[in-house]
């Protein structure tokens, strides 16, 4: 062996193996971050359905919980049959997200003592205009419990 001991080969990584560790590492955490993202506006979609949900069932018990005269008087100012279309005044959530509401009643055509009373809330997305890109950005849901004219809790 000429020139002295030989040396071993050196152990640890080259500059390349840590460049390429690192570009997938990174890769599979912009991934991690777009699931996060997702996720997130899921979970908040969930949220404002389940909270219109609440605003829509508590419209209805209120309305149902009232004697038809006074329900009808509540929606119109007035006593008159149905059909009955009002709109209510909207009610503000958590994070003042703002829910629309309406109310439908309707005589069924099987009996004149049997109504439908439907409620109606409707939100927006942050930011957007009701009716913005074709209503791209609304939402809506409903509720509804047959009734009869004599019935109230």
Excluded: C
């Amino acid at each position: 062996m000429a020139g002295g001991a030989v040396r071993q080969r050196e152990r640890g990584f080259t500059l390349l193996e840590l460049l390429v560790t690192l570009g997938i590492t990174t890769v599979g955490l912009i991934g991690l971050l777009a699931l996060h993202g997702t996720i997130v506006r899921g979970n908040d979609a969930t949220s404002r359905s389940a909270e219109a949900q609440q605003v829509a069932n508590a419209t209805l018990e209120s309305l149902r919980a009232q004697r038809i005269g006074e329900m009808v008087q509540t929606l119109t100012g007035s006593l008159k049959a149905p059909p009955i279309d009002a709109t209510l005044t909207p009610m503000t959530g958590r994070n003042n997200r703002t829910y629309r509401r309406r109310a439908v009643i309707t005589q069924l055509p099987a009996s004149s003592s049997l109504w439908r009373v439907r409620v109606e809330v409707g939100w927006t997305d942050d930011g957007a205009t009701p009716g913005a890109d074709g209503g791209r950005y609304d939402h809506s849901l409903a509720v509804e419990v047959l009734r009869t004219v004599e019935e109230a809790l």
